[in-house]
């Protein structure tokens, strides 16, 4: 069993187009993120929530909206995707914040936008 | 806030060799320090964690990391490397209560035959 699956696996999409992600994991964890990996392997937090309420939300514009329906589910949806949108996307979990417990990553989804 | 370096963005050594993979960090509280692992088109594993009590630390697949507050590093070693560790590394460094992950920029192993 995954613990931790995010579909897509990859996406390639144009310009302007709206586009979500979707992510489940099955450890029963209360916070769960989305991490951002760009071309040269430097990953970033975009969002993080714990028992479905909204804990971090960095510096990420607008256009990206995570939703999560319940504390297993944390979807990531882009509106009008620009060029620099082009990354890996990782949905990760951990039981009671990083702090004290590790993460545990999806495969990822590779966004592509032409 | 806490920041982490990982220096040499790609490390090379031969099959049965040291890896020293290293990593210092920034931290004005008690850090806890993170090692991962990523294969290609893989998400990233736990290699271990430090968070209090005995500074060495031992992980998967043989790897060991030692926290040394007074260098404030926590590098990444293993005896005797072997071609399956061929990946990139992460330290990582955790905010406190911010449920946050700080991550350093990666150390991509090679293992030559």
């Known amino acids: 069993d995954t613990a931790v699956s995010q579909t897509p696996k990859y996406l390639v999409t144009q310009m302007g187009n709206d586009k979500s992600i979707k992510c489940e994991q099955n450890?029963?964890?209360?916070?769960m993120y989305w991490y951002k990996q760009d071309s040269k392997k430097f990953l970033k937090i975009m969002f993080s929530?714990?028992?479905?309420?909204?804990?971090i939300n960095e510096t990420v514009p607008n256009r990206f909206s995570p939703k999560s329906p319940d504390k297993a589910h944390l979807n990531l949806h882009i509106n009008s995707l620009e060029l620099g949108d082009s990354a890996v996307y990782f949905c990760?979990?951990?039981?009671?914040?990083?702090?004290?417990?590790?993460?545990?990553f999806g495969n990822g989804t590779r966004l592509t936008v032409t | 806030a806490q920041s982490v370096t990982q220096l040499g963005s790609h490390v090379s050594v031969s099959e049965g060799a040291l890896v020293l993979l290293r990593c210092n960090y920034s931290?004005?509280?008690?850090?806890?320090l993170f090692w991962y692992v990523q294969y290609p088109n893989q998400g990233l594993q736990l290699l271990l964690k430090?968070?209090?009590?005995?500074?060495l630390v031992k992980g998967i697949n043989g790897f060991e990391a030692e926290f040394k507050k007074s260098e404030t590093s926590f590098h990444l070693t293993k005896p005797s490397a072997h071609m399956s560790d061929a990946a990139e590394y992460f330290c990582?460094?955790?905010?406190?209560?911010?449920?946050?992950?700080?991550f350093g920029s990666g150390t991509r192993l090679l293992v030559r035959p």
């Open positions: 990760a979990s951990s039981q009671q914040g990083s702090y004290n417990s590790p993460l545990h």
């Open positions: 450890l029963g964890h209360d916070t």
């Open positions: 929530y714990n028992n479905k309420e909204l804990i």
């Open positions: 931290s004005s509280v008690p850090p806890y």
């Open positions: 430090y968070t209090t009590g005995a500074t």
């Open positions: 990582a460094v955790s905010e406190g209560s911010s449920y946050k992950l700080i």
